[in-house]
């Protein structure tokens, strides 16, 4: 019966100090970087209705949300998903706001995810959302506040691809292919199927140019050039308006002075459902999946109430902290300034000094064993505290310096001026 | 400068792919020889090769456990990876078929209940599932997947088919075509972008190769 009570199930792990001590001052650097934008942070419940996320089988499909019933019956699932959530909120307890929404968050998500790779079933999103206004500068900020999100972590080489899946919906509209046919062109250039678009494209009656334009659409990757050759084409109205987005988001990215974390690539064409403007992604060396992803998805709030566009991103922060760890990019670790031991008689100065030296913002342990001097030592070796402090009456106290074996004496006085 | 890491599928692919990198280039002599490395480099070129089973291939690039990868298209769809396919290096050209006894043909709709029998459990699934709308009973096998029709395991099969001879001499036919299948050249997604500049000149110089032949 007690089989399983040493395991943790596949897919989720216990975190020990030194990681989450990582991932917590990881969390934190982003938080900052979400205030300092003035998105303060949301909490969404883990748990959701079913129903929340039953319309998004794109980005939530069915199979892969953990699910069980309320004492009623109806079908709960742990969320798999952050964003979709706050749409519900927005549009339930921001109905009438007639001004931006700006929100962030931080926290868990669940999904049968295949494991490895950075990938588990219990993951840490990160994320900012507005909602309320569709303007190329909310495009813009979002893409900022996420550079600065991945910068605050440390990393330094990174990429973050912007594309327009309403320039592929503008495209797939002269092409005159049904909602199905779409569907695979898109799996296709998703993929870079060359030869599978060739051969789609191929049965369709089209024009040249516009055949020519589908078939190089995975190509269309790079700088700002990708824009301007595409513009040579005769496009529909829907095209000129995506490319004529993009390009604004662009110069305003570089008025933010971020142009060299940003690349075009209009052959980018994710969940076309759900997404109704500009899309990113953002890459890192060591990590096979993106590390962060967003765009605008202005119909979603609607599923939930009134329509108001959206657009927003969310981050992976195992994905980060494994490019971290695969870039030996080193952060901050967790230390402990000084162990405090007492003899019988220098207890109650013990608590004091110690008190003293927490206020001043040092990590000291208490000793709580007892033990003689040189088994606390061991234990502060294995610990690589750098130096105990023996308290051992009223007025004495023994500094063992453990980075060079030197015992001096101080007295009570002296150390708590001396600080 | 970074390694670029090349993945390779074990077997009838490993030597038609060396060919093709030895054609553009690329250093494969460590390869070539018969050492017992699981890892081989050509330094000049800062490239890492590493050979695998075909259908772990998929997996490694996927999660950028390899930058690039050569693996046939069967592979492929039956892995259904998120990755980036970007060369049809032509060769190991065969068909996935659904093949079945001679009495079956144009009545493969008619038969209630089909079990098939194959190494491609995913692919099988996806052609009736979703190309015919018919539920099937898939038995999955390692080889030899001709003989669970003459044995009454399975009432067809769905298999890759190059000269159609085994089949033949068995006595089972082609019902119909699945898919054409020949190795392919698979990029990671993130690597694509992160080191576009040589992996292009990679599958450029990979494909002006092919062009020649």
Redesign the interface.
């Known amino acids: 019966m007690a089989k399983w009570r040493i395991y943790t199930p596949e897919g989720v792990q216990d975190i020990l100090p030194n990681e989450c001590f990582h991932k917590k001052n990881l969390e934190s650097k982003i938080r900052n970087v979400f205030r300092s934008y003035g998105y303060y942070e949301v909490e969404t419940p883990m748990v959701e209705f079913y129903d929340v996320f039953s319309l998004e089988s794109e980005i939530a499909p069915q199979e892969t949300m953990f699910k069980f019933f309320d004492k009623e019956g109806r079908i709960l699932v742990l969320r798999p998903d952050i964003t979709i959530p706050i749409a519900r909120l927005v549009a339930t307890k921001y109905k009438d706001a007639d001004y931006p929404i700006k929100l962030s968050y931080i926290g868990d998500t669940f999904k049968y995810n295949e494991l490895?790779?950075g990938k588990q079933k219990e993951f840490t999103q990160a994320g900012m959302e507005i909602v309320g206004i569709n303007s190329h500068e909310a495009d813009a900020e979002i893409i900022a506040a996420a550079i600065d999100c991945v910068k605050s972590s440390g990393l330094e080489n990174f990429?973050i691809?912007i594309g327009q899946v309403e320039f592929f919906k503008g495209l797939m509209e002269e092409a005159n292919l049904s909602n199905e046919e779409i569907e695979q062109m898109r799996v296709l250039i998703d993929?870079?199927?060359?030869?599978?678009i060739e051969e789609l494209v191929k049965n369709h009656d089209i024009n040249e140019d516009l055949k020519e334009l589908i078939f190089s659409l995975p190509k269309l990757?790079?700088s700002i050039d990708v824009i301007d050759k595409v513009e040579k084409y005769a496009l529909n109205n829907r095209c000129i308006a995506a490319l004529e987005n993009l390009r604004k988001v662009l110069e305003i990215l570089d008025d933010y002075g971020l142009s060299k974390y940003v690349?075009v690539?209009l052959g980018m064409v994710q969940s076309l459902n759900y997404y109704t403007g500009t899309i990113f992604r953002g890459?890192?060396?060591?990590?096979?999946?993106?590390i962060l992803s967003g765009g605008r998805y202005d119909r979603l709030v609607e599923k939930f109430g009134e329509g108001k566009p959206a657009t927003g991103f969310s981050l992976g922060i195992n994905m980060i902290m494994m490019a971290l760890d695969r870039q030996k990019i080193t952060t901050e670790e967790p230390m402990i300034d000084s162990l405090i031991c007492y003899g019988q008689k220098g207890r109650k100065n013990a608590f004091k000094i110690c008190e003293t030296l927490r206020k001043q913002g040092l990590v000291v342990e208490m000793d709580i064993t007892g033990y003689e001097i040189e088994q606390i030592k061991n234990y502060a070796r294995i610990k690589g505290i750098g130096g105990i402090l023996n308290v051992l009456d009223d007025e004495n106290i023994e500094v063992h310096n453990l980075e060079n074996d030197e015992v001096k004496k101080v007295s009570v006085t002296e150390m708590l001026n001396n600080r | 400068m970074r390694y670029l890491t090349i993945a390779l599928s074990k077997g009838r692919l490993t030597e038609l792919s060396v060919e093709l990198f030895e054609a553009i280039g690329i250093d494969c002599s460590e390869l070539k020889s018969s050492s017992r490395k699981l890892i081989l480099k050509d330094e000049k070129n800062k490239i890492k090769f590493f050979l695998a089973k075909p259908s772990d291939v998929p997996t490694y690039v996927e999660y950028g456990a390899a930058d690039i990868g050569i693996v046939g298209r069967d592979t492929l769809l039956e892995e259904g990876r998120h990755l980036y396919e970007v060369l049809n290096l032509g060769f190991a050209a065969c068909k996935m078929v659904v093949a079945g006894p001679t009495d079956l043909i144009g009545k493969l709709d008619q038969l209630n209940n089909k079990r098939v029998a194959t190494k491609y459990p995913k692919i099988a699934r996806e052609y009736f599932e979703h190309k015919r709308g018919e539920s099937i009973e898939v038995i999955k096998l390692n080889g030899s997947v001709e003989l669970a029709p003459l044995v009454g395991l399975s009432e067809v099969i769905v298999d890759l088919v190059e000269s159609g001879r085994t089949l033949k001499e068995n006595g089972l036919v082609v019902l119909d075509e699945i898919a054409d299948i020949s190795a392919r050249m698979v990029v990671n997604r993130v690597s694509m972008k992160m080191e576009s500049e040589r992996i292009n000149r990679i599958i450029d110089g990979v494909r002006k190769e092919l062009e020649k032949r």
């Open positions: 490895g790779g990429q691809d993929k870079k199927d060359f030869l599978g990757f790079g690349s690539d890459f890192t060396y060591g990590v096979g999946f993106p």
